[in-house]
């Protein structure tokens, strides 16, 4: 199954269920002034949830773009160096405003899983926050996961806030053992306790139930809400049966890309890092670009410029000079324009914004060569006071 088609079968999934399908709403949540990015599904509805919004449905459901990189869910230095961390990457969710709840969040992510897309029972586990009797319940009831597959964790794992304030609550996570293939090396590998590709999380359903303000007080909202969000590159590698969300259909073209243009060959383990990181920031940039930041030395535009020129020192390490992500736009618009149409109308646009901001990386750098090589120089000659 490929990614794009992944997307349609869950959207549509939920509209069955009696869901609207939403658009993703833009990276840059113009009225919210605690994220730098749109980190989750859930921003757009930030309001519905707490109740000063109203909207003609009660039950939502999107595939959302994302950005983690600054701000709480920060994602950037992680990048490239495991099989699942993105900059940019699509969240899918579906979401009750005061209509559902728990029981039929569960009810439908189990038939999802395992019925629609085929997952294997057996290998599917459920996290619950650790007091959570009630989902406890409702796994053991609604679902063919037996007791000992049920794990109780702390705050840290199971409660689920989108920044330092605002909709937060409890959350429960499906995850899939990947097998012993896919084990690291420490001892104590086992679900709960250990963060390796092995115990790989698929999807969490947050029973949204507070709202935290700046002095970490929780009031309860006015209805009990689901949120939940599923990383659609972790699924497809599932899916595809690959280790890495780098080697499915929605991110190994542009590394093909890569490997076209250096000459070079990518390389899974650690020699690949280079050509993880620029195919997952050619994403970010494309679509940051796409809602409007601009490369800058402060907030959105800073981070955008941090992303881009990570990416071209990676592009460097790779042996190229000059700009080369900006010629990854259309193969970005190939694989992901029809899911969202704005980075095929601004493709143009985008590739230009990401030329110039790689031109002046390199301006920057050779100037800065420059006067480190007469620094050295008159270091060499005795001339540096
Ligand atoms: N809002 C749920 C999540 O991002 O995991």
Redesign the pocket.
Known sequence: MTGNELREKFLKFFESKGHTIVPSSSLVPHNDPTLLFT????NQFKDVFLGLDKRPYSRATTAQKCVRAGGKHNDLDTVGRTARHHTFFE?M?NFSFGDYFKRDAITYAWEFLTEVIGLPKEKLYATIFYDDNEAHDLWLELTDIPKERIIRLGEKDNF?S?GETGPCGP?SEILIDRGENYRCDAPECAIGKCDCDRWLELW?L?FMQYNRDEKGVMTPLPKPSI???MGLERVASVLQDVSSNYDTDLLLKLISYIEGVTGLKYRRDEKGFPFRVIADHARSCTFLVADGVLPSNEGRGYVLRRILRRAARFVKVLGWDGPFLCDMVPVVVELMGEAYPEIKEKQDYIRKVIRIEEERFHETLQEGMKVAGEIIAKVKQGGLE
């Open positions: 980190n989750a599904g859930m969240m969710g689920w989108m959350c969490n947050v949120d939940t969000g």
